[in-house]
């Protein structure tokens, strides 16, 4: 690297990345100077390359150079400093931190790791640079619309099968070390998400739409350990809900019975003279409603002697006159009450303690 205008070329890069995506690291600094090529980043990446300074073109000596400029620019740019992880990706095995340095000095390391935000960006915008930054990328396999050929086995690869691509060279899933993993279809989010989760190995399938001009997402490739343990999971959620469904309903009954047990000695004591059978009617006809429908503060406010009045006459209305035929009619709803309000009151006085309570119209 040449001495005198490495300020200069630094500055350029990290402009030009700052330029293009609203955050600069050292590996675009490193690459916009031309001292890592794309390749041998990607290597790194996949974990084929133990440590990154081994395969940038310059001594330690310029590079840590390199670093300081890059730092100094980034504080005179007044850019937010934010630490990334960086993860392998790629062919195999676990995911683990990557390694940049060759010393592994924990300083140079999170220099390295460091980020430099643009404080232009909201604050939600930036932590999501950041995340998709750290987010280590997917391995992603086509499933394809025509005939290839596997770049390492020579494999034929008709069109719906699947391939991956190392750089330009297209790979059969047994090359890319992703032959025993399982094909899950997008359509069940919970299965996907959880299928996707506990698989240390997976890879997002996509296929090229003609008609929209551009690779959509039709699954996932996962461990086939992960996609029982995820279905095996998902069947017990079902099963959760469908037992709470029941329980719910269960107690539900449970307290609709013993709700309108008290409604209907509340009726009584209100309407001493009412038969058994209707205060138990509308007793239980209201309780379901009360319980059911709006919950337990509904319920309890049934038991005032106001609601209880309001059922009563309801019922009444209903059973003991010829309100809903008047309904049927086509009898305007408040003319009908008009009209049968009076057998309402006389059936009210009928059951009632001695007085007769006022029959609302409305
Ligand atoms: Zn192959």
Redesign the pocket.
């Known amino acids: 690297m040449p001495g005198r205008d490495a300020g200069e070329r630094v500055r350029a890069a990290a402009e030009q990345a700052l330029d293009r995506q609203k955050y600069v690291s050292a590996i675009d600094v490193l690459v916009g100077m031309n001292l890592l090529s794309p390749r041998d980043l990607e290597g790194w990446r996949r974990g084929q390359i133990p440590q990154l300074e081994r395969v940038v073109h310059c001594n330690l000596n310029k590079l840590s150079e390199a670093m300081k400029l890059l730092r100094q620019w980034a504080s005179e740019r007044g850019l937010k400093p934010s630490e990334t992880v960086y993860m392998t990706q790629g062919r195999g095995g676990t995911r683990r931190p990557l390694q940049f340095s060759v010393s592994g000095d924990e300083d140079i390391e999170r220099a390295y790791r460091t980020h430099y935000v643009s404080t232009e960006l909201s604050e939600k915008k930036q932590q999501k640079l950041l995340e998709k930054a750290s987010a280590p990328k997917e391995i992603v396999a086509f499933l394809i619309l025509h005939n290839s050929k596997?770049s390492?086995?020579?494999?034929e690869l008709p069109r719906t099968s699947f391939l991956t691509m190392e750089g330009s060279a297209p790979?059969?899933l047994?090359?890319a070390d992703l032959g025993h993993l399982v094909y899950l279809p997008s359509g069940d989010a919970a299965l996907t998400r959880r299928a996707g989760k506990y698989s240390a190995l997976r890879a997002v399938v996509v296929r090229f739409s003609r008609a929209r001009g551009r690779y959509e997402r039709q699954g996932l490739l996962v461990e086939q350990a992960a996609l029982e343990q995820a279905e095996e999971e998902c069947l017990e959620d079902e099963e959760v809900r469908l037992r709470r469904r029941l329980r719910d309903a269960e107690r539900r009954t449970v307290e609709d019975t013993a709700l309108a047990g008290r409604m209907t000695e509340r009726i009584l004591e209100l309407y001493p003279r009412c038969p058994p059978g209707e205060a138990r009617a509308i007793a239980r006809h209201t309780a379901e409603r009360g319980s059911g429908r709006v919950g337990r503060s509904a319920a309890g406010r049934a038991l005032d002697e106001e609601a209880l009045r309001l059922a009563v006459t309801a019922a009444i209305r209903h059973n003991h006159t010829e309100y809903d035929t008047l309904l049927m009619q086509g009898a305007d709803r408040l003319d009908a009450r008009k009209t049968v309000r009076d057998r309402v009151t006389n059936v009210l006085t009928e059951w009632g303690p001695g007085t007769a309570c006022k029959v609302p119209d409305a």
Do not use: D, V
């Open positions: 596997c390492e086995c020579g494999e790979l059969c047994a090359c």
